[in-house]
C-alpha cells in the first residue's frame, strides 16, 4: 500500500512539474511593451510566476493610463467621444480579465503597437451609443 501511494505521490508530482514547465514565463523583453502581445504577456503573468508581482502592476498600471488618456481625449470638447464605460464602471481585475480574452478572440490585433491594442479593446468592448 505505501509504495502505491509512493507511486502515485510521483506520478502526481511529475504531472505538476509537467505543466508548470510548460507555462510560459515571463521575460524582461514583455516589459518593454513593444506589441498588445507583450501587454497579453504581462496581463497573463501565472501567480507562481517570479516577476508575477511586477508584470501585474505593469499591466494594470499601463492599461489604466491607456484608459485615462482616452477619458481624458473624451472630455475635449471638440472630439466626439469613443469611449463609454459601463455603470457600474468595472474593477481592474475584471477589465484585464475581459482584456485577454478579447486578445484571445482577435490574435490579428497582437502585432500592433500596445497602446493601440488596449485602446481598441477599450473602443469595441464600451462604444458610445449614438447620441
Not at 82 to 88: F, L
Not at 116 to 121: I, L, N, P, S, Y
Request: glycine share 6%; hydrophobic share 45%.
Amino acid at each position: 500500500m505505501a509504495a502505491r501511494m509512493t507511486l502515485t505521490g510521483l506520478v502526481l508530482m511529475i504531472v505538476v512539474l509537467g505543466f508548470t514547465a510548460h507555462a510560459p514565463a515571463i521575460t524582461p523583453e514583455e516589459f518593454r511593451l513593444r506589441s498588445g502581445a507583450d501587454v497579453v504577456a504581462l496581463c497573463s503573468t501565472p501567480a507562481s510566476d517570479p516577476l508575477y508581482s511586477a508584470a501585474v502592476h505593469m499591466c494594470h498600471g499601463f492599461g489604466a493610463g491607456a484608459y485615462q488618456t482616452i477619458m481624458a481625449m473624451t472630455r475635449h470638447e471638440k472630439l466626439k467621444p469613443v469611449v463609454c464605460p459601463p455603470d457600474p464602471p468595472l474593477s481592474r481585475n475584471e477589465a484585464v480579465r475581459r482584456f485577454v480574452q478579447w486578445a484571445s478572440d482577435n490574435p490579428r490585433y497582437l502585432t500592433e503597437p500596445a497602446v493601440e491594442v488596449v485602446g481598441r479593446f477599450f473602443a469595441t468592448q464600451f462604444p458610445c451609443g449614438p447620441k
